[in-house]
């Protein structure tokens, strides 16, 4: 009798059905949705900077409300490379560290898309028949499309033909960091992405860890020279901010402003200390071996140029660094990958070295452009020279470390194999 009883069933708890639910929505609503607010998000934040900015800086005497929330736009806008015209003058520097900013809110937008989409596309056994997992590139897709319509629409809405952003460039900008960061988001947080670097050879993983470290080592090590430097001459950076005669509200806001380009100045530290170096202004150049400055305009962070004329005898060493920081990434990444071939020492500090160059030097090309009229056109680290060097420096740096580093490895193997026995 008692196998006629009907089964207890288990209740289950209202977290358990709101995550049931949430990995059920339909995809192209969330995926639509999830781009438009990831574009409002930063959006929001801009607009409302604009109008504080507005208040601090003469208490809303000059202008209206919806000039601030223009400039608030089309500073957001400027983060993706819209660009804008001030006055008749071209600005196309991009405020990499908005665009951080932005690329952020992209990255926790698009993981908690691929969370709520987990458990769309095929089951287990359908991928074992061979149907294609079409997911995450479908909601990429849709999450690209809700963004960059998004983006279009403030731009129409906040740009004239006196300030003249660029849609082109908002395009193209919000596709790359839809796609790129988006989509690589979406993967990870749906599970597909560990399921696709498990398939992948474990050299190409090694390689691709190698490149992550050095990448971001040498970033690291640009930021901290230009700190040094900065806090060096910190004196003139505080005597330019007293002659802008600003009150406490604009000083604060414009030290934010300025925060906003210390990625931008991290890439300037980086071409400096690969030896090609950048420009500050027509026929200007600043290298380890040389330094030509013309006028500058009055901006606190341009207290950490070297002063102008010869070099000191210590600074072209400073180019010692590149190659360095190419060994010591592909040596810290061999304590998870070790390196017992020689073959695979060589190819893996060679490949991560000229891919991170090339990285570094695709940075570099972001990192420049027009910030003012006349000589302040020209703006930003030599691209291709410091593609070229960044190539040979990491590459250089990371096929000695890999052979090293293989020897070492394999000489301990061989000492342990010995006392073993």
Do not use: K
């Not at 288990?10 to 977290?15: E, H, I, L, T, V």
């Not at 438009?36 to 900015?53: E, F, K, N, P, R």
């Not at 993983?205 to 190698?210: G, I, M, S």
Request: a positive charge.
């Amino acid at each position: 009798m008692t196998s006629l009883l009907t089964p207890p069933t288990r209740r289950r708890s209202d977290g358990q059905l709101r995550a049931d639910l949430r990995l059920r929505r339909p995809m192209a609503l969330v995926a639509a949705l999830d781009g438009i607010l990831a574009a409002l998000s930063t959006l929001v934040v801009c607009l409302a900077i604009g109008v504080v900015g507005w208040f601090l800086t003469d208490a809303g005497a000059h202008g209206t409300p919806s000039g601030a929330l223009r400039i608030g736009a089309l500073g957001w806008l400027a983060g993706h490379g819209a660009g804008v015209v001030v006055q008749g003058v071209q600005l196309t520097a991009v405020p990499l560290g908005l665009t951080l900013v932005i690329g952020w809110a992209i990255w926790r937008l698009g993981h908690r898309l691929g969370e709520s989409v987990a458990e769309h596309g095929p089951d287990v056994h359908a991928l074992a028949d061979g149907e294609r997992d079409w997911t995450v590139p479908i909601a990429t897709g849709l999450f690209t499309l809700g963004y960059v319509v998004t983006a279009l629409v403030v731009s129409a809405l906040a740009g004239t033909a006196a300030t003249a952003p660029r849609d082109g460039r908002v395009v193209l900008w919000s596709l790359l960091l839809c796609v790129l960061v988006g989509g690589t988001a979406i993967a990870v947080g749906s599970g597909r992405a560990a399921v696709w670097a498990a398939q992948l050879p474990p050299g190409v993983r090694a390689a691709a860890a190698t490149v992550r470290s050095l990448l971001l080592t040498w970033l690291a090590v640009s930021l901290l020279v230009f700190a040094v430097a900065f806090l060096v001459d910190g004196d003139t950076a505080l005597n330019v901010m007293s002659q802008l005669h600003l009150s406490a509200g604009p000083s604060v806001l414009y030290t934010g402003l300025m925060l906003l380009l210390v990625p931008n100045a991290t890439l300037f530290s980086g071409s400096y200390l690969l030896g090609p170096g950048f420009t500050v202004g027509t026929h200007t150049l600043v290298t380890p071996t040389v330094v030509t400055l013309g006028p500058v305009p009055m901006f606190p962070l341009l207290a950490a140029l070297p002063d102008d004329g010869p070099t000191p005898a210590w600074t072209p060493y400073l180019m010692v660094l590149g190659p360095l920081v190419a060994a010591v990434a592909v040596a810290r990444t061999a304590r998870r990958y070790p390196l017992l071939r020689w073959d695979a020492g060589a190819v893996r500090g060679l490949a991560a070295g000229v891919v991170t160059g090339v990285l570094t030097g695709i940075l570099a090309g972001l990192a420049g452009g027009a910030v003012g009229p006349g000589r302040m056109r020209d703006v930003g680290p030599l691209v291709f020279d410091t593609l070229t060097h960044a190539v040979a420096a990491f590459g250089i740096g990371g096929l000695l470390a890999g052979l090293v580093v293989t020897w070492w490895q394999r000489r301990r193997s061989r000492d342990a194999l010995d006392s073993a026995a």
